[in-house]
């Protein structure tokens, strides 16, 4: 995480290989953060709570935070998978 005022590294959460996108729910202040898994933060603690399989190579992921959604694309499994915490 960077502090954006400073421009400093302030904490670094271990999310897996290759993080490649990242979705932010502002209701649940929860991140969500995809690799070959998607890494689920919370926010205020910066620690991962929870990690979810998906298939490798996800290409996209959004937060539909009014109704508590996330969507992650996979290119290899060619599938959006849909979370609902």
């Known amino acids: 995480m960077v502090d954006g005022a400073t421009n400093t590294i302030t904490h670094i959460s271990a999310v897996g290989k290759s993080p490649f996108g990242i979705g932010i729910n502002p209701m649940?202040?929860?991140?969500?953060?995809?690799?070959?898994?998607?890494?689920?933060?919370?926010?205020?603690?910066?620690?991962?709570?929870?990690?979810?399989?998906?298939?490798?190579?996800?290409?996209?992921?959004?937060?539909?935070?009014?109704?508590?959604?996330?969507?992650?694309?996979s290119a290899a499994s060619m599938a959006i998978y849909v979370i609902s915490p």
């Not at 996209?60 to 694309?73: D, H, K, S, T, Y």
């Open 28 to 73: 649940s202040q929860t991140i969500y953060v995809d690799s070959c898994t998607v890494s689920v933060v919370n926010e205020p603690s910066l620690i991962v709570v929870a990690t979810l399989t998906v298939n490798c190579n996800p290409i996209w992921i959004g937060v539909l935070p009014g109704l508590n959604r996330v969507f992650v694309a």
